[in-house]
């Protein structure tokens, strides 16, 4: 079974920005070019707490894969 791994919510927004800029300026001199419009991000988003010094709310986003296991998260969409 594949291993679940949790990615801060800003991490994968800011990586996506990332890939968005370098498809961009890869494309300005081909033939075939896209318009950039308006972006719809939807996540399925894991929120935990954690106690302590630093602690509060975390959000991580999650696969969707098949997995069996057991815990006490909490599993949200959120449309950006």
């Not at 968005?20 to 929120?47: H, N, Q, T, W, Y």
Request: aromatic content about 4%; glycine content about 10%; hydrophobic content about 45%.
């Amino acid at each position: 079974m594949p291993e679940q791994v949790q990615v801060p919510l800003a991490e994968a927004v800011r990586a996506l920005r990332r890939e968005i800029v370098v498809a961009s300026r890869a494309g300005k001199d081909e033939e075939v070019r896209f318009k950039l419009g308006p972006i719809e991000l939807e996540f399925a988003l894991e929120v935990s707490r954690e106690a302590g010094v630093e602690g509060g709310l975390k959000f991580w986003v999650v696969s969707l894969g098949g997995q069996a296991k057991r815990g006490s998260a909490t599993t949200h969409t959120v449309k950006l």
